[in-house]
Antibody
């Protein structure tokens, strides 16, 4: 059974960089079949996809955040990470890591972490 | 860019059929997935590729997608199905979610 677990600070100061790590167990992030993804959910409950990465080096970001977001993989530790720079209060949300299965014209997320709440403070 | 529109809320009586819709431009040309989220929990996929059910998801959950509207149907709705439901699709290899529908079973 694949499990994902987010970790990182629960509070980040405005204008600084938010950094989170997702540890994967029960499966390898080096598996070619899946992408590794970050999604966030604001207090208004809307889900927002932040981006995905694959071990072959393919990384795609949400265009609305592209200049601020970085996703990277560590195949040795079987982890992947999220960095979001220049945060503001609008970045306060629950952040989820997830495994994404991609096919010809779509994808879905079959495993999710439990989520970690990050608050941006001034 | 693609926008997915869901009604904010739907109510259904136990045992009845709930139909949750998701609308978007030429949505029928894309694969749609549906997620169930209960309070304090992570989303769980209940339908993917328009109409496929992951293992462990009850048969009362079904999906369809045509034209500009995808529909999640819950037949014989149970009180345990009360949750927020989100649709999801691709927009030129990026992912878009609908705003979610709160399903109330009463």
């Amino acid at each position: 059974q694949v499990q994902l677990q987010e970790s990182g600070p629960g509070q980040v100061k405005s204008s600084q960089t938010l950094s989170l790590t997702c540890t994967v167990s029960g499966g390898s992030i080096s598996s070619g079949s899946y992408y590794w993804t970050w999604i966030r959910q604001s207090a208004g409950k809307r889900l927002e996809w932040l981006g995905r990465s694959h071990t072959i080096g393919s990384t795609i970001y949400n265009p609305s955040l592209k200049s601020r977001v970085t996703i990277s993989l560590d195949t040795v530790k079987n982890q992947f990470s999220l960095e979001l720079s220049s945060v503001t209060a609008a970045d306060t949300a629950v952040y989820y890591c997830a495994r994404e299965r991609i096919y010809s014209t779509g994808s879905h997320f079959d495993y999710w972490g439990q989520g970690t709440r990050v608050t941006v403070s001034s | 860019s693609l926008e997915l529109t869901q009604p904010p809320s739907v109510s259904v009586s136990p045992g009845q059929t709930a139909s949750l819709t998701c609308s978007g431009d030429r949505l029928g040309e894309k694969y749609v997935s549906w997620y169930q989220q209960k309070p304090g929990q992570s989303p769980v996929v209940v339908i993917f590729q328009d109409k496929k059910r992951p293992s462990g998801i009850p048969e009362r959950f079904s999906g369809s997608n045509s034209g500009t509207t995808a529909t999640l149907t819950i037949s014989g709705t149970q009180t345990m199905d009360e949750a927020d439901y989100y649709c999801q699709a691709w927009d030129i290899s990026t992912v878009v979610f609908g705003g979610g529908t709160k399903l109330t079973v009463l």
